[in-house]
């Protein structure tokens, strides 16, 4: 009910309110005479969360929908207390846990990327970008393991202490505490996945100062493109890093005609799993100006290098940041 944001208002996703409530029931019942507690509580509890959501009339009925469930299910001084507790000591340690993982993978790999660029240069753009890729997400998982163990770890103990609460009843609210973190840290890997090969062709080019260039107006090319930076000659040149060149490939593809009407030069591709970068892939693509850039001691590189009709199309990693200077001098 804390969570529901569609039949309810999500009220266990606000840290702020979840603690004014558990601690306004808890005086309640500290300075309550006993038989008036619990109609004190409810009615604190009442006032607390309509005052929270008065001026958003459009939630009212979802308001009101929580408030009728949780005075249908508080039917005891006890009722009462689990609500608090759940409020004070799953809720609002989740809240925290929750923030306390990263949002971008890249804070685990900045200074480690740059570390190997700045002792091995060009050569170690691979490891670079395929460490920024690993690095991150081992990171931010030691991350979520360590959040998890600190606040399952205090609630365990918390819970021991209350002789009131049996062990089936105590296997619960781990398992559900457990639960709903992982949800929550489910929820914040979706949105950190993707990002973090986005973010190491910007990290590459900031590190070797070459500028970049905006997005063509209204290009709508079946393909996405990190960044883009401007030739000498005035066309465009779009860098794209991607684990595989795998879903729907055979649509990752424009004409040359509307390469030539955006001024699109080259499209720069940096793979980092190449073993499905069949030979058709190669040839179709590579006839329309995009260029695969594989690590330098891919299987796929040395062989495609000395094919007659894929040559053209592959370069090694280590080779990219020349390239794209030769384009820009």
Request: aromatic share 8%; hydrophobic share 40%; with cysteine.
């Amino acid at each position: 009910m804390l969570i529901n944001n569609d039949k309810y208002i999500a009220i266990g996703k606000e840290p702020k309110l979840l603690s004014i409530l558990a601690s306004s029931l808890r005086i309640v019942a500290k300075e309550g005479n006993g038989k008036d507690t619990l109609n004190l509580q409810k009615q604190t509890l009442r006032n607390i969360i309509e005052e929270r959501y008065r001026k958003t009339v459009s939630r009212d009925n979802r308001v009101q929908s929580i408030l009728a469930d949780l005075d249908e299910k508080i039917q005891t001084v006890g009722d009462m207390g689990v609500f608090i507790l759940t409020c004070e000591n799953i809720m609002l340690p989740l809240h925290q846990a929750i923030a306390n993982i990263p949002n971008n993978d890249k804070e685990f790999t900045l200074n480690i990327a740059k570390s190997y660029l700045d002792i091995r240069g060009e050569l170690g753009l691979a490891t670079v970008i395929n460490l920024w890729d690993d690095l991150g997400v081992r990171g931010c998982l030691t991350a979520e393991r360590t959040e998890i163990i600190r606040a399952f770890t205090m609630l365990r103990v918390l819970l021991a202490k209350d002789k009131s609460i049996n062990e089936e009843d105590r296997d619960i609210v781990l398992t559900a505490f457990v639960q709903e973190f992982e949800r929550r840290a489910a929820q914040k890997r979706k949105k950190r996945a993707g990002g973090s090969l986005e973010d190491v062709t910007n990290f590459i080019l900031g590190y070797y100062k070459i500028k970049r260039a905006e997005t063509p107006s209204h290009f709508q090319a079946d393909l996405e493109v990190d960044n883009w930076v401007k030739a000498k000659d005035g066309w465009l040149i779009g860098i794209s890093c991607k684990r595989t060149i795998r879903e729907r490939w055979k649509n990752v593809s424009s004409s040359v005609e509307i390469y030539n009407r955006f001024k699109v030069k080259y499209i720069f591709h940096i793979v980092t799993f190449d073993e499905d970068l069949s030979d058709d892939k190669l040839t179709v693509l590579g006839e329309q100006r995009q260029i695969f850039y594989l690590p330098d001691n891919s299987r796929r590189l040395k062989y495609a290098s000395k094919h007659v009709g894929l040559k053209n199309y592959v370069r090694p990693i280590s080779q990219l940041v020349n390239d794209i200077r030769k384009e820009l001098t």
